[in-house]
């Protein structure tokens, strides 16, 4: 049994809720959002509350959609309401970040410089070394993220490159001189 898919959610004022095909859409006062799910998980929405419940209660992969589903809702009208934000540090002499256009640009110490495009439905902020990512898709946010961490990991000596501005980087003691 799920404990997240059994709860009813409510929906706050100023948001709609649709469903047609299998296809959930949420509007509200910062943008709209659209999801496709499976018919393993009966979606009810009534009363200004979302219901599931899944179709067959033997069924493992439709058990493990049950709650999946009531998430992916829940982030849903969570970020049409107030969008989600992610925020990066760039640390290390001589990184640099900043937005032109629709491309976030970087120095991360390689040999050439990095341009990324900013993705449709995020908006993308850079003041000296603080990145923030915000957008109203959790899924969009964290990934955007995620890969332009990946581009210049912490490394654990220095703490050189990207971290969450949450994120501790355990530091290594390096050589030892004798």
Known sequence: MSRVGKQQ?????????????????????????????????????????????????????????????ASHIKNMIKGVTEPYER????????????VKGKNLDLALGFSHPVSEPIPEGLTVTAEKNLITVTGIDKELVGQWTAYIRALKKPEPYKGKGFRYHDEVIRRKQGKKTA
Do not use: C, H
Request: no cysteine; aromatic share 8%.
């Open 9 to 69: 959610l409510a929906i706050p004022n100023g948001v709609s809720v649709t469903q047609s095909n299998g296809v959930i859409t949420i509007t509200g006062p910062k943008g709209t959002l659209s999801r496709a799910f499976r018919d393993e998980v009966k979606i009810t929405i009534e009363n200004n509350t979302v219901t599931f419940q899944p179709v067959n209660e033997k069924d493992m992969f439709s058990r493990a959609l049950w709650g999946t589903y």
């Open 87 to 98: 925020k990066l540090i760039l640390e290390g002499v001589g990184f640099k970040s900043e």
